[in-house]
């Protein structure tokens, strides 16, 4: 099985950055495909990004594109999430989560790390 545990999160003036960690552990395959997905208060799961730990190829949602991306460290087994340009409406928990097929979310998710943005 995999592991994920997710940091980074916390307060930040709209228009500052954050970057989120998500370091994972066990069972990883180069193919699996990584992602994170955000959930705010009374909306529904949203897909942020995602990226494979081979190649380079990503993902965004339309909402964040262009203001976040999503990188690798494949010697720590760890995937980021540069936020950048950050607004109010990206208020959400932020999870980490894979393997992923496309834009499903796979089977492990990570605990989530609140992302407050303040206008």
């Known amino acids: 099985q995999m592991q994920l545990v997710e940091s980074g999160g916390g307060l930040v003036q709209a228009g500052g950055s954050l970057r989120l960690s998500c370091a994972a552990s066990?069972?990883?395959?180069?193919?699996?495909?990584m992602g994170w997905f955000r959930q705010a208060p009374g909306k529904e799961r949203e897909f942020v990004a995602a990226i494979r730990w081979s190649g380079s190829n990503t993902s965004y949602g339309d909402s964040v594109k262009g203001r976040f991306t999503i990188s690798r460290d494949n010697a720590k087994t760890t995937v980021y999430l540069q936020m950048n340009s950050l607004k109010p409406e990206d208020t959400a928990v932020y999870y980490c989560n894979g393997p992923m097929v496309m834009f499903t979310p796979g089977t492990y998710w990570g605990q989530g790390t609140q992302v407050t943005v303040s206008s």
């Open positions: 066990g069972r990883i395959l180069s193919s699996y495909r």
